[in-house]
């Protein structure tokens, strides 16, 4: 299982600090904290290309290799939202329920004013990212329950948007 957003990103042995500038995962200052340095010098347009995005419609359940990849996919996705949204390291958690056999299981991004959860719901793909306001971590029911499609996983910056104007966060 995916243990951070950057999880499988750093070669073994290395810590992301230890870093050479100008070798890959260095730290620069246009890089979100905490985030790897993409090869080319700059984040990719988001949904520059949609051959290219992780197909979250796929369904998971009973798909073990499917499931481990999908929460690794949201749980990446949604530690670039936190960044989007301009939480900061450490002020968020990151948390999966992988659920039984029969269901995609959960990833949730709570901070001290937003909860954010990513799934494959029965109701479909375009109620697959939950959200609401929150007062706290230990908040688990929040403010309003607000919806939006699974598909702004792979859009951090839209999603951001979208909560944003719907919590005014």
Same mark, same amino acid.
């Given at each position: ?20 500038? &100008? =070798?890959?995962?260095?730290?620069? $200052? ?7 340095? @993409? !090869?080319? +010098? ?62 995609? &299981? =959960?990833?949730?991004?709570?901070? $001290? ?7 494959? @719901? !029965?109701? +479909? ?45």
């Amino acid at each position: 299982m995916c243990e951070s957003a950057t999880a499988g990103v750093w070669p073994a042995g290395k810590e992301e600090d230890s870093r050479e500038p &100008g =070798e890959p995962g260095a730290a620069r $200052e246009s890089a979100p904290p905490g985030l790897p340095v @993409p !090869a080319l +010098g700059e984040f990719p347009m988001p949904n520059s290309s949609a051959a290219t995005a992780f197909d979250v419609r796929k369904r998971v359940a009973y798909d073990d290799d499917a499931k481990r990849l999908f929460h690794c996919h949201a749980r990446r996705q949604l530690g670039l939202l936190a960044a989007a949204l301009g939480l900061a390291p450490g002020s968020f958690d990151l948390r999966n329920n992988k659920g039984g056999i029969a269901v995609s &299981g =959960e990833i949730t991004m709570h901070s $001290e004013t937003i909860y954010v959860q990513a799934c494959q @719901p !029965a109701t +479909g793909h375009d109620s697959g990212v939950l959200f609401r306001t929150c007062e706290g971590r230990k908040d688990y029911t929040g403010g309003r329950n607000n919806f939006a499609s699974l598909d702004l996983l792979n859009d951090p910056g839209q999603l951001a948007r979208t909560i944003r104007a719907a919590c005014r966060a």
